[in-house]
């Protein structure tokens, strides 16, 4: 059961709000979710740092009081690196959308996973380019309608867990807006993993995805999430027939390796030396 904790010293709240997302939208859920894993962990909220790039969930960096970076569509990795090299005592915490982290921002993903750099990337997946009018992201399922693809989407779409896993994060999660206790517990994990970690949380988008697939309003989004997901220890015990368009959720891989900025201190270390 989710503790009560003061979400006001948390948020921007007397200059940021009302917020801009569509009602049914599940980004604020998932905003929850971030504020009472940093709350739980004890973090200095002025030791916390928030980088996000462009579309919905580009928002979420504007509502917290934290240290803030809104940044460039597919250029959030970038900017976080920086900070986290030039403040590496420094939470930082970054938050895309699917397609903002896996398309034009795609490069970004697989290196900084590669690097191993001592950050949470948040990748909040909706299926869809849900601010610039609905275009196919690399999420969306085959056969999905979006506004580039009126007869269904042909292209096979990313897992983004096993995309991670495969370019060396150290911690891979997935979770819902659903499940939300569920997620508060994965993100808090992710944060305290001293290496690139990736949470990415099924988010419903009720306005662009659900209205363009007929999926009904945000409260049948959120229950579709409920009878279509499973844990990995369910999923550990189900045939692939039995997984088909089964969303899994919990903790993929948390397998700790050397981490990037501490590694170049090394570097510099050797180099004083000679």
């Known amino acids: 059961m989710q503790k009560s904790i003061d979400v006001y010293a948390y948020l921007r709240h007397e200059k940021k709000f009302p917020l801009i997302w569509c009602a049914g939208c599940g980004n604020g859920i998932i905003l929850g979710s971030i504020i009472r894993a940093v709350d739980g962990l004890g973090l200095d909220k002025n030791l916390v740092s928030m980088v996000s790039g462009i579309g919905c969930s580009g928002r979420t960096s504007t509502y917290v009081d934290f240290n803030t970076l809104h940044t460039t569509h597919g250029r959030a990795l970038a900017f976080a690196t920086g900070v986290k090299f030039g403040r590496p005592e420094l939470t930082t915490l970054v938050v895309m959308g699917d397609g903002d982290c896996l398309s034009i921002g795609g490069n970004h993903f697989i290196?900084?996973?590669?690097?191993?750099?001592?950050?949470?990337?948040?990748?909040?997946?909706?299926?869809?380019?849900?601010?610039?009018?609905?275009?196919?992201s690399p999420t969306t399922p085959e056969g999905m309608i979006a506004s580039t693809a009126s007869y269904g989407n042909r292209e096979p779409n990313f897992d983004a867990c096993k995309l991670a896993v495969a370019a060396g994060a150290s911690f891979v999660a997935r979770g819902t807006t659903y499940e939300a206790d569920s997620l508060d517990e994965i993100i808090a994990l992710a944060i305290q993993n001293k290496g690139f970690s990736v949470v990415e949380v099924m988010t419903p988008c009720p306005t662009i995805y659900g209205r363009y697939n007929r999926l009904g309003n945000a409260?049948?989004?959120?229950?579709?999430?409920?009878?279509?997901?499973?844990?990995?220890?369910?999923?550990?015990?189900?045939?692939?027939?039995?997984?088909?368009d089964k969303v899994v959720t919990g903790v993929f891989h948390d397998a700790p390796r050397p981490e990037l900025c501490e590694e170049y201190e090394l570097v510099i270390e050797t180099a004083l030396k000679k």
């Open 111 to 136: 290196h900084a996973a590669r690097r191993n750099i001592d950050m949470t990337a948040f990748i909040f997946n909706n299926n869809i380019y849900g601010m610039t009018g609905g275009q196919v």
């Open 219 to 244: 409260v049948k989004m959120l229950r579709m999430q409920l009878e279509d997901t499973v844990t990995v220890e369910e999923a550990a015990g189900m045939s692939p027939e039995e997984l088909k």
